[in-house]
């Protein structure tokens, strides 16, 4: 029985561990990995409650040492995502009826648990099975995992505490259901921040989840699976499948009881799923809620007022940590020309100090892209820069995947604002800079608005603050966050809420109050103490 109201205050953001030589953090995410490498993972599937084996697998490898195995999952079909629908809406009743501070305490556990107990093991699963270098790994599988879920508390509590007004004699008061029906969440390989808090932002509102994950985020999906299981997970909220995309969307999108996607990934996808939606509109029991970040052509506008050492280096890192995979990536940059040649050249030899190899290696600043899908597709955007005249390569352009997919930090200085690469999403290493006239900057301004179709994050750097102001207002519409004097990526859970609109997204804003919303039904009761007992008003009444 629920005896009093809970509060859960915001949270300080989780604090982000050196790993310099010599700490105890260092010589124990060393010890993990080692055990990690030392052993075959084999990871089932998870269906209300149940590890499911279908002795279907598919090998796991590190991007960075495809020779190396670190462990298989077991592949799903058709029947084990039509069991997680049935585990999940089993689950659905008594999930959505369990008070809310039973609720919350399990997920404020799971965080607590990744904090301390399982903080090397979460970022040495990010660091082997998706490339990640160890302050890479740290900044989003420990700490942006573990604000998503005590940040999410804290604003989940403050959505039920808001209530409406009541009239004399009147009590209103407003609750905030779960959907009726499943949570289809589908996450990204590029972070395990994202892969835990699609399913886990869902459930905390009172939803049961099927979850895909990408395959290449399979290892440390099995981690915070566990670690939920272990906070107190029930059966059934959360259900792991591991089968393909387009198997799992035809049987979930022709499911009455579908009532929601929380997804992350390409936007050729996502608009796909959209109009499968649609079509089977008539099928569902409720209008199902569609969220979507997706991709980006991130840019960085500098102005002829720059300082050269803050534009390097927010382009240094904002285009090249995690080698250029995450979807907030400075992709495009847009360099005047009183200061292109200075910038080019500190760029240049900023890239030529950046080591290049294993994550376990912790001098690397760059690891290997996801696979070699990835790597092929890159390489051919690289090669074709080559050989065209209106586009020379500056610095990199080198790639091999004879023992990983590495692809070097690589520059290309295009002589359009519209050619290929400034325009289209290549999610790796590839910065395309164009020079532009330092005197034509509210010019630039319109090029930077139209040249992609995307408009997740961007930046500008310079010191007149008159051309901040100007760049803010121009560029209202292009980045769903904008940053000044500073690269366009690290977005952090409670400070920067994340999302962008265009063929970017549906902006819901992870890491605020903003997207909970969209996980809950709201249902207004009002209660009359007196209630009338007559229909007729007093004007009714003779004179």
Not at 110 to 139: C, P, V, W
Not at 175 to 188: H, I, K, M, Q, S
Not at 457 to 474: M, P, W
Request: hydrophobic share 40%; net charge negative.
């Amino acid at each position: 029985m629920n005896t009093g109201y809970f509060e859960y205050a915001a949270p300080a953001n989780e604090p982000v561990l050196s790993y310099a030589p010599g700490s105890p953090e260092r010589a124990a995410l060393k010890k993990q990995l080692a055990a990690f490498k030392a052993e075959v993972a084999d990871i089932p599937m998870y269906i209300g409650g149940k590890e499911v084996r279908t002795g279907n697998t598919v090998d796991l490898r590190p991007p960075h040492e495809i020779k190396h195995k670190l462990g298989h999952f077991h592949q799903g079909d058709a029947s084990h995502v039509k069991a997680a629908i049935a585990a999940a809406l089993e689950a659905r009743e008594k999930w959505a009826n369990m008070d809310w501070e039973q609720r919350a305490g399990i997920f404020l556990r799971a965080a607590d648990l990744i904090a301390t107990k399982y903080r090397f093991h979460m970022n040495g699963a990010t660091m082997l099975g998706q490339s990640k270098n160890a302050f890479q790994a740290e900044i989003d599988s420990a700490c942006e995992l573990i604000d998503f879920l005590r940040y999410n508390v804290h604003f989940l509590s403050e959505i039920y505490r808001q209530q409406p007004v009541s009239a004399p004699g009147i009590h209103n008061r407003m609750e905030y259901r779960p959907l009726e029906g499943f949570v289809l969440a589908v996450t990204p390989f590029n972070f395990s921040a994202i892969a835990g808090n699609l399913p886990t932002s869902a459930a905390m509102c009172g939803n049961v989840v099927v979850w895909k994950p990408a395959n290449t985020q399979v290892f440390a999906a099995n981690m915070i699976m566990k670690i939920l299981i272990e906070a107190g997970l029930p059966e059934g909220v959360i259900n792991l499948v591991y089968a393909g995309g387009p198997l799992i969307g035809d049987i979930c999108f022709a499911d009455p009881h579908f009532a929601g996607i929380h997804f992350t990934g390409s936007t050729g996808v996502f608009q796909t799923m959209w109009k499968t939606i649609g079509e089977n509109i008539h099928k569902y029991k409720s209008y199902p809620r569609i969220v979507g970040e997706t991709g980006g052509k991130d840019f960085v506008v500098i102005h002829k007022s720059a300082d050269v050492d803050i534009a390097v280096t927010a382009l240094a890192r904002g285009a090249f940590e995690y080698q250029g995979q995450k979807c907030s990536a400075a992709s495009r940059a847009y360099i005047p020309s009183n200061l292109a040649d200075e910038i080019k050249s500190k760029l240049v030899a900023e890239i030529n100090t950046m080591k290049m190899g294993t994550t376990e290696d912790f001098s690397n600043f760059i690891n290997a892209v996801i696979d070699e899908r990835s790597f092929d597709k890159i390489a051919q955007y690289i090669d074709n820069a080559k050989n065209d005249p209106k586009a020379k390569i500056i610095a990199g352009g080198n790639y091999n995947k004879t023992e990983g997919y590495f692809i070097e930090p690589t520059v290309i200085e295009a002589a359009d604002p519209r050619y290929v690469t400034m325009c289209e999403e290549i999610f790796g290493p590839v910065l395309t800079i164009y020079v532009y006239e330092a005197d034509k900057f509210e010019d630039l301004l319109t090029t930077v608005d139209t040249t992609s179709e995307y408009a997740l994050t961007g930046a500008i750097i310079a010191q007149d603050r008159y051309a901040v102001e100007l760049a803010t207002r121009r560029l209202v519409n292009s980045a769903g966050n904008f940053y000044i004097n500073d690269k366009p990526t690290g977005a952090v859970v409670g400070q920067q809420p994340f999302g962008g609109a265009r063929a970017s997204g549906t902006n819901d804003k992870a890491g605020s109050m903003l997207n909970l919303y969209r996980w809950l039904s709201a249902r207004s009761i009002k209660e009359t103490f007196v209630p009338a007992t007559d229909y007729r008003y007093p004007f009714l009444k003779e004179a």
